[in-house]
Each structure stands twice: as structure tokens, then as C-alpha cells.
């Protein structure tokens, strides 16, 4: 497809009462823009340019992931003269698609319907019905329905505000001809700007066809000046999400108590509590079940696999059937054997706990390779930082770690070897062998109970 992207991105957004420049603001837990950049490029554009304006050095270093072009709007003369410093980015013999950057619902498929619907030489626009038009721009139609133009709120008459047909802006026009009509933009009207809504109605005087096409529904062409229409579209968002999800096999306690900030997979008879949050790419097997509370951030969570209530898993692997929680936290690199289980106040970080091992209570395990059939007794601490370094600690299958031990790495337990309760080891332990690493205990008789002063 030859197709050229212009995303007008250059608003301050004063009413956000922020720094920030609006469009940076999130939704979703990434930036309306960067949603809006998405779907530029799942419609496989050519080339896509940002016109940006306030906080131009902020735009570029969060947006620096994206192949786009910059085009400076020094000065807020219109959304006509916004695309008119674009100019250089957009071919005569490509369609330039006008997006804007706050709008983050927009979806794939309505700009590809609307691509479809524009005529070889003309435009397609993107409209749609609103029960209350109040501030948009008005289509305009003759009798015969054709669009003959576009008519701003603050200029339109008495019979015109009844319209409840509206601009969202969003358009598709030839290169050539677009040029040729911003170049001819009169500033003569009630804001003193170039509206780009204009080129609509010289389209229809040069006889040039403009066909339309609609949107599913109005919020998804809905923008954010503020931070509570910010959280509209993050609660429709958060909605589609949800829905998406109960669709490709997942049941929800309450599917308003659900946040997705990326891409979630979900397999059969998945089972999510309430104020489960997910984030980066995650992937859920069938009959995963996930208590309330928990935050899944890339990762993978295999088949049967139950997370309790109150567990953060983070850049981790849980395996078939393995337990985690309540009030577990696997952080990157831990990787949990197929049903192995780690319960409460337990901390894994680049740490493999193999098939059927236990660590069910008040341990940390860092830098840990733990076999199968191992048991973690509670208060186990992998000692694998001496401060400077880290070490590894390496533990064999069917070993038994007693209660409330340090393992000083780096350090080999080989198979079957047992800690008992209580010990500090320091040095590897054999196959079958017991260590016992702790202070002589003396019991004195006669002593004198301390009392007060």
C-alpha cells in the first residue's frame, strides 16, 4: 500500500495540569501516541510523521523506539497548519492518513475500513453520530446526502448545531491534492486558525468525491484534554481488554477489576480473582487459575498452574501444576518446576526450583539451582552476595534443607544431602551426607533472672 501517516501530536494539553506533554500521558501503562503509532503501523504505512510542538525533547526520547520522522509546529495556527509542516513527509502519488495523537482507541480495523471506502482521487473521512455534538464540527450534506462540508461549532448557525453527524478529524487524501488545498487555507473564521476541515469543502467545489466511513462506537474516536476523559478511555480500554479475554477462554470475578498494560494470551478455563493486574507480554496455559491481587508482568504461567492471592511474578516461568503464594515474589530469571510449589514469603530471583520441590514458607532464593524433589525448609536463605560478587548455589536432587539455614555460596548440596535446622553451611555437603553447622548449646543451672533497677 502507498501510505504516508501524519500524527498531529503537537498540543501542550494546559487542562492535563502537567509537564508532561499530553500525549505522553498513558493509557494502559503506554502513551496515547505510542497506541496511535501502533496502529499506523498495522496498516503496513510507508513512512509515519509526528508533528509535534510542546516538550518536542520528551516526545522524541519516549517515542525513540519508533522509525518516524519529525515535523516541528512552532507555532499553534490550526490543525491545517499542522499538517502543512509535514509537507516533506508527504509523497504526491501516496494516500496520507491524518491521525492524531491523543485519540489511543482507534483501531486497525476502522482505518482500514476507511481506506477501503476512499476514492481513487478525493477523500475518505471518518465520521460519527453522537447523541450530544456539542464542540465537534459538523458534516454537512446536500440533498442527495453527499458531503459538501464541514462546519466548526463556534461558526456553524442555529439549523447546523442540530447536525449530530461529526468530524473526528481523522481523514485519507491523495498527496497532490492535499498539498494543493492546504496551500489555499484561509484563516478568515470565528478561531482565527487554518482549519484543516476546510480541504472538505474545496474538495466538493473542485468535484472531487468524498465518501465516508464510520467507527463501532463514538469513544473510540474520543480524545483526552484532562485527566478524567484520560480515565474514560483507560476504563474502555481496560473493558475491551477484559472482554477479549473472557472471549479467548478466561473467567473474571469482575471484569471492571481487571488491568491489562500489554499482551496477554490466554488458554482454556482460565480463572482470574479480582485486582489481578498484567503487564508486558504474558502467557497463560489452560486452567491457570490467579488469585486476587497479583501482578503477572512477562511471563508465562503453564497449564493447571495456580497463582494465590497477593504474588508478584516477574520475568519468570511457572511450571504445569506448580503452586506459587499467597504473597510470593518470583523475580526475573526464577523459573518454577512443574509442580513445585512456593508459598508464603518466598523470594526466587534467577533461580530454577525443580519438578515437585517444595519452599514453602519465609525463604529467599537467589542465584539457585534447586533439583527435584527438594525441600526448602522455612527461613532459608541462599547467602549469594558477598557484596562486590555474586555466587551461585547448587542443589542436587531430593535434598533436604532444614529450617532457618543460610547457604553461604558458592556451594554444592549433592544429591540427598540433608542441612540440619538452624546450621550456616559454608562447604559443599556429599551425596547422602548431613550437615550440621550450628553454636554448642550450654544450659546453666543457678542463674539469676534479671530484674528491674
Request: hydrophobic share 40%; charged share 20%.
Amino acid at each position: 500500500m502507498n501510505l504516508s501517516v501524519v500524527i498531529l501530536a503537537a498540543g501542550k494539553g494546559t487542562r492535563m495540569k502537567s509537564s508532561l506533554p499530553k500525549v505522553l500521558h498513558p493509557v494502559a501503562h503506554k502513551p496515547m501516541v505510542q497506541h496511535v503509532i501502533d496502529a499506523s503501523k498495522a496498516l503496513n504505512s510507508d513512512n509515519i510523521t509526528m508533528v509535534y510542538g510542546h516538550g518536542g525533547d520528551q516526545l522524541k526520547e519516549a517515542l525513540s523506539s519508533n522509525k518516524v520522522h519529525w515535523a516541528l509546529q512552532a507555532e499553534q495556527k490550526g490543525t491545517g497548519h499542522a499538517v502543512k509542516v509535514a509537507d516533506e513527509f508527504m509523497p504526491d502519488d501516496q494516500t496520507i492518513l491524518i491521525l492524531y495523537g491523543d485519540v489511543p482507541l482507534i483501531q486497525t480495523e476502522t482505518l482500514e475500513r476507511l481506506l477501503a471506502v476512499k476514492p481513487e482521487k478525493g477523500i475518505a473521512l471518518l465520521t460519527v453520530k453522537l447523541d450530544n455534538p456539542t464542540g465537534y464540527g459538523r458534516i454537512v450534506r446536500d440533498e442527495n446526502d453527499k458531503v459538501v462540508g464541514i462546519i466548526e461549532q463556534k461558526d456553524a448557525n442555529p439549523e447546523q448545531l442540530l447536525i449530530n453527524e461529526v468530524n473526528t478529524g481523522i481523514m485519507a487524501v491523495n498527496g497532490d491534492l492535499l498539498k494543493g488545498w492546504l496551500a489555499n487555507l484561509s484563516s478568515d473564521n470565528a478561531q482565527g486558525e487554518y482549519y484543516l476541515t476546510d480541504v472538505i469543502a474545496m474538495a466538493n467545489e473542485a468535484g472531487y468525491v468524498i465518501n465516508t466511513a464510520h467507527p463501532e462506537s463514538g469513544i473510540e474516536v474520543e480524545g483526552a484534554n484532562n485527566r478524567v476523559q484520560l480515565a474514560t478511555l483507560e476504563r474502555e480500554y481496560q473493558r475491551r481488554a477484559a472482554e477479549q479475554l473472557m472471549l479467548s477462554g478466561a473467567s473474571m470475578r469482575d471484569p471492571a477489576r481487571i488491568d491489562v498494560r500489554g499482551d496477554v494470551t490466554v488458554g482454556h478455563d482460565v480463572s482470574l480473582d479480582v485486582n489481578v493486574v498484567f503487564e508486558g507480554t504474558v502467557v497463560l496455559g489452560d486452567n491457570v487459575t490467579v488469585g486476587p491481587n497479583c501482578v503477572l508482568k512477562d511471563c508465562v504461567i503453564e497449564s493447571g498452574a495456580t497463582i494465590e492471592a497477593n504474588s508478584l511474578v516477574d520475568d519468570a516461568k511457572v511450571g504445569a501444576n506448580a503452586q506459587i503464594g499467597p504473597f510470593a515474589r518470583l523475580r526475573p530469571g526464577a523459573i518454577v518446576g512443574n509442580k513445585a510449589k512456593v508459598g508464603n514469603f518466598v523470594e526466587m530471583k534467577k533461580s530454577v526450583l525443580g519438578e515437585g520441590s517444595k519452599a514453602n514458607h519465609f525463604s529467599y532464593l537467589g542465584d539457585a539451582t534447586i533439583g527435584a524433589g527438594v525441600n526448602i525448609g522455612a527461613g532459608v536463605i541462599t547467602a549469594n552476595y558477598d557484596g562486590v560478587n555474586k555466587f551461585k548455589t547448587d542443589i542436587k536432587d531430593n535434598a533436604f534443607i532444614g529450617t532457618n539455614s543460610t547457604l553461604v555460596a558458592p556451594i554444592t548440596i549433592e544429591e540427598n544431602g540433608f542441612v540440619a535446622a538452624g546450621s550456616t553451611v559454608t562447604k559443599n555437603i556429599d551425596k547422602d551426607g548431613l550437615a550440621i553447622a550450628r553454636g554448642k548449646q550450654r544450659n546453666i543451672d543457678g542463674w539469676k533472672r534479671p530484674t528491674k533497677g
